[in-house]
């Protein structure tokens, strides 16, 4: 994950044009290089998480942020980045709780960048409906009916999981504004009823209640709503 989060900033160091590095060569392959060697070294994690939704998902913006550089990389090393992707990346409808709520729709958000990278609107059309998918209400693992959010069985995550359903959803309904694949009203109303009169509820000043972000109370930081 650092190595995609370090090689993330040296493709917008690259791509910004308010860089003092876009477009430069020598930059360009470096990104090259370390593409490829996340490629050939083929790296894995014991952590879930990490295979399934942090590297495919920083793999998909960086390729898709390489779309806008003065030089492309490889068709053949996109290509083979993409197919990394697929095959680690799982898929937003498994079973358990890997396929439920903020999970699925952070394992959908990557088949959404695939799919727009390889011009597939199966592959984005699946991964849209994915990603809107888990807003409804249930008495499962999601939203539930007092809009509180649960994650890993009967276990309230509003704001640790919440944050990942909330933000996941909104990124990709921002991006699909004004086409086919827009957010469904419905679900956009209770979407923003739940970040208004619930999520938002739960933050005071910068910080959340301790008792919303489950596990992740023993992280530093963790109570910090800022960036929400």
């Known amino acids: 994950i650092q190595h995609l989060n370090r090689l993330k900033s040296m493709?917008?160091?690259?791509?910004l044009n308010s860089s003092?590095?876009?477009g430069n060569t020598d930059l360009f392959l470096k990104?090259?290089?370390?593409?490829?060697f996340w490629h050939t070294s083929d790296p894995r994690s014991t952590n879930w998480f990490n295979?399934?939704?942090?590297s495919p998902q920083r793999v998909g913006v960086i390729l898709i942020l390489m779309r806008a550089g003065q030089q492309q990389i490889s068709s053949n090393l996109e290509n083979n980045m993409l197919t990394r992707m697929e095959s680690i990346g799982g898929r937003p409808d498994q079973s358990g709780s890997q396929g439920t709520g903020a999970n699925k729709v952070d394992i959908a958000t990557h088949w959404v960048y695939r799919g727009c990278l390889k011009s597939d609107s199966s592959v984005l059309?699946?991964?849209?409906?994915?990603?809107?998918?888990?807003?409804f209400m249930t008495t499962?693992?999601?939203l539930q009916q007092d809009y509180s959010y649960f994650q890993h069985g009967q276990q309230f995550f509003?704001?640790?999981?919440?944050v990942s359903f909330i933000s996941g959803i909104a990124r990709i309904a921002n991006f699909t504004i004004g086409t086919s694949y827009e957010l469904p009203e419905a679900k956009r109303v209770l979407l923003t009823n739940f970040t208004r009169d619930a999520y938002l509820r739960l933050i005071r000043g910068k910080y959340f209640l301790y008792n919303t972000i489950g596990r992740g109370l023993s992280r530093t930081g963790a109570l910090n709503a800022s960036g929400s």
């Open 125 to 135: 059309s699946f991964g849209v409906d994915q990603v809107y998918y888990p807003v």
């Open 31 to 36: 990104i090259t290089k370390a593409l490829e």
């Open 20 to 22: 003092s590095h876009v």
């Open 51 to 54: 295979q399934q939704i942090g």
């Open 140 to 142: 499962a693992e999601g």
């Open 158 to 162: 509003t704001g640790g999981y919440g």
């Open 11 to 15: 493709v917008l160091a690259y791509t």
